[in-house]
Protein backbone atom coordinates (compact mmCIF):
# COMPACT_ATOMS: atom_id res chain seq x y z
CA UNK A 1 0.00 0.00 0.00
CA UNK A 2 1.43 3.35 -1.05
CA UNK A 3 2.14 5.68 2.29
CA UNK A 4 3.15 9.18 2.16
CA UNK A 5 4.65 9.92 5.73
CA UNK A 6 5.13 13.48 6.60
CA UNK A 7 7.05 14.58 9.77
CA UNK A 8 8.94 17.93 10.71
CA UNK A 9 6.38 19.89 11.56
CA UNK A 10 6.00 21.28 15.03
CA UNK A 11 5.61 24.42 16.97
CA UNK A 12 7.82 27.48 15.87
CA UNK A 13 8.07 31.82 17.08
CA UNK A 14 7.23 34.02 14.13
CA UNK A 15 10.52 34.63 12.00
CA UNK A 16 11.74 30.95 12.88
CA UNK A 17 12.24 27.97 10.37
CA UNK A 18 10.73 24.51 10.03
CA UNK A 19 11.80 21.91 7.23
CA UNK A 20 9.22 19.44 6.49
CA UNK A 21 9.79 16.35 4.86
CA UNK A 22 7.47 13.78 2.95
CA UNK A 23 9.00 9.93 2.78
CA UNK A 24 7.09 8.29 0.02
CA UNK A 25 7.21 3.94 -0.35
CA UNK A 26 5.28 2.01 -2.96
CA UNK A 27 5.64 3.81 -5.97
CA UNK A 28 7.73 4.79 -8.42
CA UNK A 29 8.62 8.23 -7.02
CA UNK A 30 10.56 9.60 -9.18
CA UNK A 31 8.01 9.64 -12.11
CA UNK A 32 5.16 11.81 -9.44
CA UNK A 33 5.11 15.22 -9.06
CA UNK A 34 4.73 16.29 -5.60
CA UNK A 35 3.15 18.85 -4.23
CA UNK A 36 2.68 20.47 -0.43
CA UNK A 37 -0.84 21.58 0.55
CA UNK A 38 -1.85 23.00 3.73
CA UNK A 39 -5.35 23.83 5.46
CA UNK A 40 -6.17 26.56 8.25
CA UNK A 41 -8.74 25.81 10.58
CA UNK A 42 -12.20 27.23 8.96
CA UNK A 43 -10.27 27.35 5.68
CA UNK A 44 -9.97 25.15 2.48
CA UNK A 45 -7.32 23.42 1.42
CA UNK A 46 -4.71 24.65 -0.33
CA UNK A 47 -1.58 24.69 -2.54
CA UNK A 48 1.71 25.67 -1.33
CA UNK A 49 4.20 24.34 -3.74
CA UNK A 50 4.70 22.05 -6.12
CA UNK A 51 7.97 20.21 -8.25
CA UNK A 52 7.26 17.98 -11.20
CA UNK A 53 9.48 15.01 -11.90
CA UNK A 54 11.41 17.01 -14.06
CA UNK A 55 12.06 19.55 -11.16
CA UNK A 56 10.04 22.38 -12.43
CA UNK A 57 8.70 24.47 -9.31
CA UNK A 58 5.88 26.55 -8.65
CA UNK A 59 4.75 28.15 -5.38
CA UNK A 60 1.80 30.21 -3.93
CA UNK A 61 2.50 34.00 -3.84
CA UNK A 62 1.74 33.94 -0.19
CA UNK A 63 5.35 31.66 0.57
CA UNK A 64 7.31 33.03 -2.39
CA UNK A 65 11.04 33.83 -0.78
CA UNK A 66 10.64 32.25 2.36
CA UNK A 67 9.87 28.43 1.29
CA UNK A 68 11.42 26.22 -0.82
CA UNK A 69 10.61 22.84 -2.26
CA UNK A 70 13.28 19.92 -3.34
CA UNK A 71 12.89 16.53 -4.17
CA UNK A 72 15.76 13.92 -3.65
CA UNK A 73 14.90 10.82 -5.92
CA UNK A 74 17.00 8.31 -3.93
CA UNK A 75 15.29 8.84 -0.66
CA UNK A 76 11.86 8.78 -2.29
CA UNK A 77 12.10 12.23 -0.57
CA UNK A 78 10.05 15.56 -1.06
CA UNK A 79 10.96 18.33 1.37
CA UNK A 80 9.42 21.83 2.34
CA UNK A 81 12.16 24.38 3.89
CA UNK A 82 10.17 26.99 5.48
CA UNK A 83 11.83 30.16 6.61
CA UNK A 84 10.62 33.61 8.14
CA UNK A 85 7.23 32.31 9.05
CA UNK A 86 4.88 34.03 9.72
CA UNK A 87 1.50 33.51 12.27
CA UNK A 88 -0.75 32.72 9.39
CA UNK A 89 1.52 29.82 8.34
CA UNK A 90 0.30 28.16 10.94
CA UNK A 91 -1.70 25.05 9.29
CA UNK A 92 -1.77 20.97 9.00
CA UNK A 93 0.42 20.71 5.83
CA UNK A 94 0.11 17.76 3.63
CA UNK A 95 2.22 15.87 1.26
CA UNK A 96 0.25 14.83 -2.25
CA UNK A 97 2.19 12.95 -5.08
CA UNK A 98 0.37 12.80 -8.45
CA UNK A 99 0.98 11.46 -11.58
CA UNK A 100 0.66 13.57 -14.78
CA UNK A 101 -0.42 10.70 -17.49
CA UNK A 102 -2.80 8.14 -17.14
CA UNK A 103 -3.61 6.51 -15.33
CA UNK A 104 -3.31 9.59 -12.82
CA UNK A 105 -2.97 8.38 -9.57
CA UNK A 106 -2.59 10.13 -6.61
CA UNK A 107 -2.13 9.98 -2.71
CA UNK A 108 -1.97 11.78 0.35
CA UNK A 109 -0.15 11.57 3.60
CA UNK A 110 -1.47 11.90 7.01
CA UNK A 111 -0.56 15.80 7.00
CA UNK A 112 1.71 17.70 10.09
CA UNK A 113 1.01 20.24 12.12
CA UNK A 114 2.75 23.82 11.80
CA UNK A 115 2.25 26.30 14.57
CA UNK A 116 3.51 29.89 14.45
CA UNK A 117 3.20 31.51 17.41
CA UNK A 118 4.78 33.16 19.61
Known amino acids: QVQLVESGGGLVQPGGSLRLSCAAS????????MDWYRQAPGKQRELVAA???????NYADSVKGRFTISRDNAKNTVYLQMNSLKPEDTAVYYC????????????WGQGTQVTVSS
Open 26 to 33: KIIFRIYA
Open 96 to 107: HARQTVYPKNDY
Open 51 to 57: ITYGGSI
